[in-house]
C-alpha cells in the first residue's frame, strides 16, 4: 500500500493533540489547531469540485495556509503546485498553462496578478496567511489526473521554457524520513525555523513537510529579511535549527559580530542551494558554537541528495556521502562509471528520485534513463563515497579544451583578505573559446584592485584557471532562494 503524507502526518497528530505544531506570530499551534484548519480547508476545496489528481496552484507567502492547505489537497487526493509570485507575468503564466491547475491561491497584496490569472480563464481565490482562503469553484475533468502525485515545482528550464517536477507522496516520505533519521541535528522535539520559500523543494519539503512528519516542531516567518525578525523569531520559539542557503550567512554573521547574539538555542545550521565557504564556517563555529553543514539535493531528488551526518563524520569541503535509499555513480561522458577519485556526472537512483518531468517526455527521455537521473553536476567521489561537488556541467567553462570549474577559482578568490564574494563565469574569446571572469564584492576600504585578485589566482591556479577580468560589484542578482543568476552575469557581459 502506498505511504500517504497525510495518513502519516494524521498519526502524528492523533498520538499528541495538543503538542506544539506550527510557531506563527509568536504562538504555537497545536495539532489540534491545525487539524480544524484542515478540515475547514478540505470542506471548502470539495464543496468547490476538488477531485483525485486535481492540482492547486498556490501564490502564498511562507505562512500555515501552505501546510494547511497541502495537507487538505492531500486529503482529497489531490496536490499543490506551490509557484513564485515574483516570477514575472510572462512566466507566471505560462507556467499555470503548463500545470493545468484545478484553481489558483493567491496571498494578500496581489491583486494586479489576480486580475492576470482571470483573463486567462482560471479560478482565484483569496488566500489568509492564518490558514483560510475564500470559496471558489474550480476547473474539473483535466488531463494527467494523478492522486499519487503530493506536490508539482516548476523551474524554468534550460530553453525558458516552464520545467515541472512532481513528486510523489513515497518520495517525500523517503527523503525526510532518511534526513531525519541520517542527519545530526533532525532530532524529534527540536524546533526548526522555517524561512526559506515554500515555492523552492529545499523550503517546502524540509522545512515544512519534514517536521510534520517526523515530529519537529516548526517555527514559520514570511521570509529571510529584515534580519531583526529572523533573530527575534530565532529566540523567541526557541528554534535549534535553521535551514539556509550560504547567501545568508554573511547577513547573519555581520549582524552578529555588531553587537546582536544569536540566540543560544541555535546549534545546527544546514545550508544547500551553493557553496558553502569553509572559512564561514569556521568562524560561527569559533565565535558562536554553531555547527553548520553542507548539504547538496535537486527538486527532482525531493530534495535532498547528500549531507555531512555528523560533526564527527563532517568532511570539510565535501557534501557528505548520498542519504541512505540511493545508488550513486559517477560517469563519463559516454556513460560508463569510474572508479572512486575520478571526475564525472552524478548519476542517482532511489526511492526518492522523481519518475520524470510534468507534461514533457521529451526532457523526462533526456535526463531519466532506467530510473536513473543524470544530475548534469560534476563531481568526484571518494572510496568512502563523500561528494565534491565540482560545478553544474551547463556552467563548466571550458579554455582551450581544458575544463575549468568555476567553484575552484571562487574559493582562491574568496581567500583574499577583503573580498566579500566572488562568482566566475565563462565569456566567449575567440582564441581560447572562453575565458573566465569575476565579479567581485570588495571592502571599500581594503584597496583591492584587478591586479591583486589576478596575482594571487596565478599563484595558486593553473594558468587557464586565472580570472582575464575582474568587475568589482556592489551586490549579485539572486533569485528568490538566494542563488547567484549566472545567466543574468552573462547577458551583462555581452551588454
Not at 476545496?45 to 505562512?63: D, M, T, V
Not at 503530493?150 to 528550464?157: E, L
Not at 568512502?384 to 571550458?398: A, E, K, N, P
Not at 568555476?406 to 581567500?415: H, L, M, T
Request: net charge neutral; with cysteine; hydrophobic share 40%.
Amino acid at each position: 500500500m502506498t505511504t500517504r503524507l497525510e495518513a502519516e502526518i494524521g498519526k502524528r497528530f492523533a498520538e499528541d493533540p495538543s503538542g506544539r505544531v506550527l510557531w506563527w506570530k509568536e504562538r504555537w499551534w497545536s495539532a489540534r489547531d491545525v487539524e480544524e484548519r484542515v478540515e475547514e480547508c478540505a470542506r471548502t476545496l470539495e464543496a468547490g469540485g476538488f477531485q483525485k489528481g486535481s492540482r492547486l496552484a498556490a501564490f502564498l507567502p511562507n505562512s500555515p495556509l501552505v501546510p494547511v492547505l497541502s495537507m487538505a489537497a492531500w486529503r482529497l487526493g489531490g496536490a499543490l503546485v506551490p509557484l513564485n509570485p515574483k516570477g514575472g507575468s510572462e512566466w507566471i503564466l505560462r507556467t499555470l498553462r503548463h500545470v493545468d491547475p484545478f484553481a489558483v491561491v493567491l496571498g494578500e497584496g496581489m491583486e494586479s496578478l489576480a486580475e492576470e490569472i482571470r483573463n486567462e480563464g482560471l479560478p482565484v481565490s483569496a488566500g489568509s496567511s492564518d490558514g483560510f482562503f475564500s470559496p471558489v469553484a474550480g476547473r474539473r475533468d483535466l488531463a494527467d489526473q494523478d492522486p499519487d502525485i503530493a506536490v508539482i515545482f516548476a523551474t524554468s528550464g534550460t530553453t525558458g521554457n516552464p520545467k515541472a517536477v512532481p513528486l510523489t507522496h513515497g518520495n517525500l516520505c523517503d527523503n525526510t524520513g532518511a534526513v531525519h533519521r541520517t542527519i545530526e541535528g533532525f532530532e524529534k522535539g527540536r524546533v526548526l525555523m522555517n524561512v526559506l520559500p515554500n515555492f523552492h523543494s529545499l523550503g517546502y519539503t524540509v522545512c515544512g513537510i519534514l517536521p510534520l512528519l517526523w515530529g519537529l516542531p516548526e517555527a514559520i516567518l514570511p521570509g529571510f529579511l529584515p534580519l531583526k525578525n529572523l533573530l527575534d523569531g530565532l529566540r523567541k520559539s526557541g528554534s535549534g535549527i535553521l535551514i539556509a542557503v550560504p547567501t545568508m550567512l554573511p547577513f547573519l554573521l555581520g549582524v552578529a559580530s555588531k553587537g546582536e547574539p544569536l540566540p543560544p538555542e541555535l546549534k545546527y545550521i544546514l545550508t544547500g542551494g551553493g557553496k558553502l565557504d569553509p572559512g564561514l564556517e569556521k568562524r560561527f563555529r569559533d565565535q558562536f558554537g554553531v555547527i553548520i553543514y553542507e548539504g547538496y539535493g535537486l527538486t527532482e531528488c525531493s530534495p535532498v541528495v547528500s549531507c555531512n551526518p555528523g560533526d564527527a563524520l563532517r568532511r570539510t569541503g565535501t557534501v557528505g556521502p548520498a542519504l541512505p535509499g540511493y545508488s550513486a555513480e559517477v560517469r563519463d561522458g559516454e556513460g560508463r562509471a569510474l572508479p572512486p577519485g575520478e571526475e564525472g556526472v552524478l548519476w542517482l537512483k532511489g526511492p526518492s528520485v522523481a519518475r520524470g518531468y510534468f507534461r514533457d517526455p521529451a526532457l523526462t527521455a533526456e535526463r531519466f534513463r532506467d530510473g536513473w537521473l543524470n544530475t548534469d553536476d560534476m563531481v568526484r567521489m571518494d572510496g568512502d563515497g563523500y561528494i565534491t561537488i565540482l560545478d553544474r556541467v551547463s556552467d563548466m567553462i571550458i579554455v582551450n579544451g581544458f575544463n575549468v570549474y568555476p567553484q575552484e577559482v571562487e574559493a582562491v578568490i574568496r581567500e583574499i583578505p577583503g573580498v566579500r564574494e566572488a562568482v566566475v563565469i565563462g565569456i566567449s574569446n575567440p582564441v581560447s573559446g572562453e575565458v573566465p571572469a569575476a565579479f567581485v564584492i570588495r571592502d571599500e576600504a581594503s584597496g583591492l584592485d584587478a591586479g591583486k585578485i589576478i596575482a594571487h589566482c596565478k599563484g595558486k591556479l593553473a594558468h587557464f584557471k586565472v580570472p582575464r577580468k575582474v568587475h568589482f560589484v556592489s551586490e549579485l542578482p539572486l533569485s528568490a532562494v538566494g542563488k547567484v543568476l549566472k545567466k543574468k552575469l552573462r547577458e551583462q557581459m555581452i551588454r
